[in-house]
């Protein structure tokens, strides 16, 4: 298990971002998580400008394979009275792997206060909850999880997570790196081991300035209401272990089968 916070402290900085390595146990298959690479790049893009506001939207494609050492840049498109856009690469051996674009944006006085969306009521895992990881060569040994199923349609998940390793970690950071911690619900559609599938894009909305929980502990929910032609549209949320939401977003989902 390797934190993310150590994979940033060990960066060594360039003039327009940072190298570093994305150890063995954060891949899956020839490509790293794609959650950790988003905050990798997230993480750039904080470090790009000084004072900027809180992360409110994220655009990400996966463009190709991430693996052992990245070149990661940020580069400021605009920043306005309001707004800073940060475009974020990641390049490795394979060429570009990542490119996303966040925008930073700090809350604003509104006569619009419009929420339709009822908190969730799953309880928590607690210290006596029995929770599963994963195998250590695979990216999903650095979290801790515990599947809900009841009440679930055919291509839906629901799943508590938590990064191991939090310490000295941003929130907006920890929290890119866990919301993409299920694996596309379309494999929910698929009998007899998991099918070739691989993200393509994922659209992150934050609705909070600042996400926090208890325990460390994330609710995860992916729905894919859609899947023909070789692609899979999903819906994702996530709510923190009072049921308050904190981020919600798309994903295009690519079928290999």
């Known amino acids: ?65 991430l693996a052992g050492e990245i ?4 580069t400021k498109l605009r920043r306005g009275r309001t707004a800073a856009f940060i475009q974020a690469d990641i390049v490795s051996a ?39 990881t994963g ?20 291509g839906e998940l629901l799943r508590w997570a938590r990064l191991r390793a939090t310490a000295g970690l941003d929130p907006m950071v920890q929290m890119l790196a866990i919301a993409d911690a299920l694996p596309p619900a379309v494999a929910r559609l698929f009998d007899g081991g998991f099918p070739p599938v691989s993200s393509v894009t994922w659209i992150v909305n934050m609705l909070t300035d600042a996400p926090a929980t208890i325990d460390d502990w994330w609710l995860l929910s992916a729905k894919s209401d859609f899947a023909r032609n070789g692609c899979s549209s999903q819906t994702m949320r996530v709510w923190n272990a009072k049921g308050q939401l904190m981020a919600e977003g798309m994903q295009s989902v690519a079928l290999f089968i």
Request: glycine share 8%; proline share 12%.
């Open 71 to 74: 070149t990661v840049t940020a």
């Open 94 to 132: 394979a060429g570009l792997g990542l490119r996303a674009t966040f925008v930073f944006m700090a809350s604003q006085p509104s006569k619009i206060d419009f929420d339709q969306r009822p908190p969730v009521t799953h309880p928590y895992p607690t210290p006596e909850t029995k929770v599963f």
């Open 1 to 65: 298990m390797t934190p993310i916070a150590d994979i940033l402290a060990a960066a060594t900085p360039t003039p327009t971002g940072f190298t570093t390595m994305i150890p063995a146990d954060w891949m899956q298959g020839r490509t790293s998580y794609g959650g950790i690479s988003s905050a990798i790049a997230l993480h750039a893009a904080q470090q790009s400008e000084p004072d900027l506001p809180p992360l409110r939207s994220a655009q990400i494609s996966f463009i190709g394979p």
């Open 135 to 154: 195998p250590e060569a695979f990216f999903i040994n650095n979290f801790n999880f515990l599947d809900l199923k009841d009440g679930l349609g055919a």
